[in-house]
């Protein structure tokens, strides 16, 4: 599609803040009004409309694909995404662990434990570490008292935590990432210890890191919306 506008602006709706093209407001897919919590979220949203050239490139409008699900699905049925959200937390990639004399475990505790450590402190729960694949579940209470912090956040920080988790197979890593003092980048290269270790054993495909590497971009995107979101 060739590019249709020219100027691109942000405007205070009152209840909001809104993206508008040669001053025509941008809505959803849906067709809902593209209306963000945040002036830094609506900034960001407009300098991807801003970088676009003669042709529209669809696969470089992350945050409106993010703001349009926020808003035409998340807010829809919150409670829906939160448990699917939770879930997450239940086969939570940091707490499963080679066996304790396999060479792996000793890289995942350096870096997984503190990461673990500091959510368990933060959030008042314990999480059972698990050696192996066989599944365990976490404890009820744990669960119960992530699903009710997931359920305080609005829409928008919703949908980039649920991007995160899925990315990093991890909810202790995306609700980690919420933090504004917190190290996005250190965070996905933990959750993407394992695929590293096997990359430094049996050397690395060029196909396989650039699908890494679209990942981790995907992650801060989410990362950096959901910061944005809570934020106002």
Not at 86 to 111: F, I, K, M, N
Not at 142 to 147: D, N, S
């Amino acid at each position: 599609m060739k590019r249709f506008y020219k100027t691109v602006a942000v405007e205070d709706t009152g209840d909001g803040w809104q993206v508008t093209l040669d001053g025509r407001a941008v809505k959803t897919v849906k067709g809902a009004p593209q209306r963000v919590p945040s002036e830094a979220l609506a900034r960001a949203l407009a300098a991807e409309w801003d970088a676009q050239g003669e042709t529209l490139d669809p696969a470089t409008l992350p945050m409106r694909d993010m703001a349009d699900y926020a808003i035409d699905i998340v807010a829809a049925d919150p409670v829906s995404v939160a448990e699917k959200v939770v879930s997450y937390g239940d086969t939570d990639t940091l707490l499963y662990r080679a066996d304790p004399d396999e060479p792996l475990h000793a890289r995942q505790w350096e870096v997984w434990e503190p990461i673990v450590a500091a959510f368990e402190a933060e959030h008042g729960v314990a999480l059972t570490r698990v050696a192996g694949v066989m599944h365990r579940d976490q404890p009820p209470a744990t669960l119960e008292k992530l699903r009710a912090t997931l359920s305080d956040h609005g829409p928008f920080a919703l949908a980039g935590i649920e991007a995160m988790a899925s990315l990093a197979a991890s909810l202790v890593v995306a609700l980690s990432a919420t933090r504004t003092d917190s190290d996005p980048l250190a965070l996905w290269q933990a959750a993407s210890l394992e695929e590293e270790w096997q990359a430094e054993l049996w050397g690395r495909d060029a196909e396989a890191e650039e699908r890494r590497e679209k990942r981790q971009a995907d992650f801060l995107k989410a990362r950096e919306m959901t910061v944005m979101s809570l934020g106002s």
